[in-house]
C-alpha cells in the first residue's frame, strides 16, 4: 500500500502559502493513490524537541520510521529570514541518525527509495540575476542536510508571496501570481494516477 508522509511548518495559518501548496500536492497524491494512506505531521502546532530533549531517542526512531514507512514525504518549507523554519532544522536533526537512518558499518543512506517533495515559499525574490539571488539558504542547505539519509529533495518553490501584502511589492503581483501558478502546475504534473 502506498503512504504519503505530509508535513507543514508554516506559523502563518490559514495564510501560508506553503500550507496551500503542500495540501494542492496530498490532494494530488491522494487522487493518484486511492488506495493510499497519509501521515500528517505539523510542526508548526506540534514541533518536535531540539536534540537532547530526553525524549530524543524514542522521537528519533519514531521519525525516521515515518519516513520509512513512507513512499513519498511532502514538506511545506517557508524561508523565514533566509533560511528554513527551526521546527524544520530539528526534524532533519533528528531523521540523519547512524544505525537508522543511515548504515552504520558502510555509512549508506537507508531512506533513497523515499521521494522527498519540497514544497517551498519565499516572500521575496530570490532567482538568478535578483538582488538577493544566493541569500535562499534553506534552499541550499536541505539537500546537504539529508544527503547522507539517501533521500534527495525535489524543490517547487513560489515566491513573492508578500506581494499581496506588502505595499512596497504591489508593482510584483503579477510576477508572484504567475510564480505560484507556475507552482501549482508543476505539483498537479507530480504523480499519474495508480490503477489499482
Do not use: C
Amino acid at each position: 500500500m502506498n503512504q504519503l508522509l505530509y508535513i507543514d511548518s508554516s506559523v502563518q495559518g490559514e495564510q501560508s502559502v506553503s500550507r496551500r501548496l503542500t495540501a494542492r500536492a496530498a490532494q494530488r497524491w491522494r487522487d493518484t493513490h486511492s488506495d493510499g494512506t497519509v501521515t500528517y505531521r505539523d510542526l508548526a502546532s506540534d514541533p518536535i524537541p531540539h536534540l537532547g530533549d530526553p525524549t530524543s531517542p524514542a522521537l528519533t526512531v519514531e521519525l525516521v520510521d515515518e519516513i520509512k514507512r513512507a513512499d513519498t514525504i511532502v514538506l511545506g518549507l517557508p524561508l523565514y529570514n533566509f533560511g528554513p523554519p527551526s521546527t524544520v532544522k530539528a526534524w532533519v536533526d533528528h531523521i540523519v541518525a547512524p544505525g537508522l537512518s543511515i548504515d552504520s558499518e558502510t555509512g549508506k543512506g537507508l531512506l533513497g527509495d523515499t521521494e522527498f517533495v519540497v514544497l517551498e515559499s519565499r516572500g521575496g525574490g530570490y532567482g538568478p540575476g535578483t538582488p538577493r539571488e544566493g541569500w535562499d539558504h534553506a534552499e541550499s542547505w536541505l539537500p546537504h542536510a539529508v544527503s547522507m539519509t539517501g533521500l534527495s529533495p525535489r524543490f517547487i518553490t513560489a515566491e513573492l508571496t508578500m506581494a499581496d501584502v506588502n505595499p512596497a511589492m504591489a508593482e510584483l503581483k503579477p510576477l508572484a501570481a504567475e510564480s505560484l501558478s507556475d507552482a501549482f502546475e508543476a505539483i498537479d504534473a507530480l504523480w499519474v494516477r495508480v490503477v489499482t
